[in-house]
């Protein structure tokens, strides 16, 4: 290998000692790196602001915004009082009630948006039964990786292969929702093994009664679920619309905040900076990986004739082991582009190659917490409200499921293609 492919391989192996050790921010630790990868001339400047898929940092900071008008209208309370509700204050029913709530919204929700109305509901509902909302927080992201991978507007990687693949919302829900159904059901099934709820700890029981300050719904809330549902059209129609899903939430947040008369207001606040930072930095990281060469190594490497067959497999376990270590959004439009050479080159394969990826992305992008953005979205949620969430905790509990539900996908592969 050449000089600067070794640059960005040791700079995606810093990564990931410096996250482990959790010394710094996980910001820092991605901007640090990728500035010293446009230093060393490894990527170069123009290269790098390219590589930013900012269409992704649009809808997330969009979506941070919007949120925020909906939390300041009481929506959550009005949400987290249903769940205890049905709860009847029991844990594991408070869990399984996200569960099905968490897969079923990120279905038709993007999955960062769903973690970003849910996440809050969610770790008020279990201070409510004093349990740590720590391991909720971890059943959530799951649930939404694995219910985005159903449709086509489920998860970013999905709207990129669609895309890619010229495929229609019921083409695409024909192809990925069955294994979503049948995976989803599976782990429900052995949740409880990788599981352990705990009680709140005591300092958090403190800070809880001291919040508990939390007011009614106001009249604004009806306006704002309003512009929540034409956002939610727009995701829908978005490609006939011909616009991005940035824009979109960036769109609805600028009418929320007209709506509410927080124009005059530091309603940029709402936004987490260290999150955004995070993504820049993994996003210019994988863009230094291509510009060295070593997703068309990868590409070459995987266009041969002995692996005939096995190719869809071996894709799918590739694209979920490499989205353990990488954000699954900029991995898949790597991928993209090899797929489609694939499939010019050899007119054996057809939508298996896409099916491989897409599931692959979803269910590797379970495995760390920078494998998925609606990971590291939750990740900073959690530290937001004082509770620690390391890289390392969410990779003990992420690797076990994304072993399991691998297994599933591959069977799924092997038996329908």
């Keep these: 290998m050449s000089g600067p492919q070794w640059i960005a391989l040791i700079a995606l192996a810093a990564l990931y000692v410096l996250l482990l050790g959790d010394w710094f921010h996980r910001a820092w630790v991605a901007l640090g790196l990728a500035g010293a990868l446009v230093v060393s001339r490894t990527i170069t400047f123009a290269a790098a602001f390219h590589s930013v898929d900012w269409n992704t940092l649009a809808l997330i900071g969009g ?7 909906l939390a300041d209208a009481g929506l959550f309370v009005l949400l987290g009082h249903w769940a205890r509700s049905w709860s009847r204050g029991k844990p594991w029913r408070l869990l399984w009630i996200f569960y099905v709530l968490t897969a079923v919204v990120s279905a038709f929700l993007d999955n960062v948006t769903t973690v970003l109305l849910l996440s809050p509901i969610l770790i008020d509902a279990a201070e409510e039964l004093e349990l740590d ?9 799951v649930a939404s990786n694995l219910g985005g991978m159903a449709t086509l507007i489920g998860d ?3 709207i990129l292969v669609g895309t890619a693949a010229r495929l229609t919302f019921f083409q695409f829900v024909q192809m990925m929702t ?3 159904v049948i995976i989803l059901t599976l782990l429900a099934l052995v949740l409880p093994v990788f599981l352990r709820l705990k009680p709140l700890a005591s300092e958090h029981r403190t800070v809880r009664s001291a919040k508990r300050t939390s007011v009614g ?3 604004r809330l009806k306006g704002l679920l309003v512009i929540l549902a034409m956002m939610l059209l727009g995701f829908v129609a978005q490609r006939p619309l011909h616009l991005a899903v940035g824009i979109i939430a960036l769109g609805g947040a600028a009418a929320a905040i007209l709506y509410t008369g927080r124009v005059g207001q530091r309603w940029y606040r709402h936004v987490d900076y260290g999150t955004l930072g995070f993504f820049v930095g993994v996003f210019i990281l994988v863009g230094a990986l291509e510009s060295v060469g070593l997703i068309d ?10 692996l005939g067959p096995w190719l869809p497999l071996l894709l799918f376990i590739g694209t979920a082991l490499f989205s353990a270590l990488l954000d699954n959004v900029p991995l898949v439009a790597a991928l993209i582009p090899v797929v489609v050479h694939l499939n010019a080159v050899d007119p054996r394969f057809g939508v298996e190659l896409w099916v491989a990826i897409a599931m692959g992305a979803a269910i590797g992008g379970n495995a760390t917490v920078i494998g998925a953005s609606a990971n590291v979205v939750v990740q900073g949620l959690a530290v937001e409200r004082g509770y620690a969430l390391s890289f390392g905790q969410f990779m003990r509990y992420g690797w076990k499921v994304a072993a399991f539900t691998a297994l599933i996908g591959a069977a799924y592969l092997t038996v329908r293609f």
């Design 156 to 158: 970013p990687p999905n």
């Design 178 to 180: 069955p294994i979503a």
């Design 133 to 141: 909302p720590v391991p909720l927080l971890l059943m959530e992201v």
């Design 217 to 219: 719904p106001n009249p």
């Design 297 to 306: 190594t990868l590409a070459r490497w995987m266009d041969r004739p002995g």
């Design 63 to 69: 979506m941070m915004l919007f949120v925020s008008q």
